[in-house]
């Protein structure tokens, strides 16, 4: 009777531990899905992280005046800036987070060359894009992250 309640008990075991194993791995998977990359990097090879969800951090330089739709991170280097856009529950980006670092978590977007035209076409008609400004390239550029969630980064 004792052995058939140690062989109940080490199949109960056995069975708790798989199943821990496969939340887990789970848990694994759903983090995996998700790719931390520099803005060189989304830059480098737009097309190998076109529809993926990412997380990228870096300086906002500038939050647009009409609405708050988009805002501009820059790089490391001073230079290489990337357009986020909002998307899921974010309504605006405050113009208080000029200035500050942000890491953003969003799907990395790849337009195409029509969506790429339109865009530079309502850029270029824009009065308030009469001078150009350090983040005048990438506003337009055919790529974006398309933020989902974001948070200021203290350091």
């Known amino acids: 009777m004792q052995r058939a309640a140690f062989l109940v008990l080490l199949a109960f075991l056995a069975v708790s531990c798989n199943q821990a194993?496969?939340?887990n791995s789970t848990e694994s998977t759903e983090v995996e899905q998700i790719v931390s990359a520099t803005?060189?990097?989304l830059l480098a090879t737009p097309a190998d992280y076109d529809g993926k969800e990412v997380a990228v951090s870096g300086m906002v330089t500038h939050v647009c005046r009409q609405g708050g739709q988009k805002c501009f991170i820059v790089a490391e280097d001073g230079?290489?800036?990337i357009r986020i856009v909002t998307g899921g529950d974010i309504d605006e980006f405050k113009i208080e987070l000029e200035?500050?670092?942000v890491a953003f978590k969003g799907v990395?977007?790849?337009?195409n060359p029509v969506e790429t035209e339109e865009l530079i076409e309502d850029y270029e008609s824009k009065e308030q894009h009469a001078v150009e400004q350090a983040h005048s390239e990438a506003e337009k550029a055919d790529y974006f992250v398309e933020?989902?969630?974001?948070k200021e980064v203290t350091l």
Do not use: C, N, P, Y
């Open 21 to 23: 194993s496969k939340e």
């Open 99 to 101: 200035g500050s670092t």
């Open 108 to 111: 990395f977007r790849v337009m």
């Open 39 to 41: 803005i060189q990097e």
């Open 79 to 81: 230079e290489t800036q």
């Open 147 to 150: 933020a989902i969630d974001f």
